[in-house]
């Protein structure tokens, strides 16, 4: 599967921004989808993840509340609504998809990633 993500940009801290990613191919339905980022000088942290149907999400202690993963398999694209933003949220975003049993957080049970699209939070 091929991913793209995109949507992130510039916001002022304490908006909002909303990335989205796209899959290629018909089986987008059979993976577990991720989100991931990586700042500057730090290794890529997990951000949030949801299951095939959507019925299940796991976020990292640092977005839960703020963040929200949601998916349509009608059209191969996972989100990220991201609010309440802050500073600290400055990263590359990158999308994964997982053929793992479970949803998971760690970054080496993804084995198809999209190009990341850059977040920058002005405060």
């Not at 921004?17 to 980022?37: I, Q």
């Not at 095939?52 to 990220?80: E, F, H, P, Q, W």
């Not at 500073?87 to 190009?115: E, I």
Request: proline fraction near 2%.
């Amino acid at each position: 599967v091929q991913l793209q993500a995109f949507g992130g940009g510039l916001a002022q801290a304490g908006g909002s921004l909303r990335l989205s990613c796209a899959a290629s191919g018909r089986t987008f339905s059979r993976y577990h989808m991720g989100w991931f980022r990586q700042a500057p000088g730090k290794e890529r942290e997990f951000v949030a993840a949801i299951s095939r149907s959507g019925d299940s999400t796991i976020y990292a202690d640092s977005v839960r509340g703020r963040c929200t993963v949601s998916r349509d398999n009608a059209k191969n694209t996972v989100y990220l609504q991201m609010n309440s933003l802050k500073p600290k949220d400055m990263a590359v975003y990158y999308c994964a998809a997982s053929g793992t049993a479970l949803v998971l957080r760690t970054s080496n049970s993804y084995a198809y990633w999209g190009q990341g699209t850059e977040v920058t939070v002005s405060s």
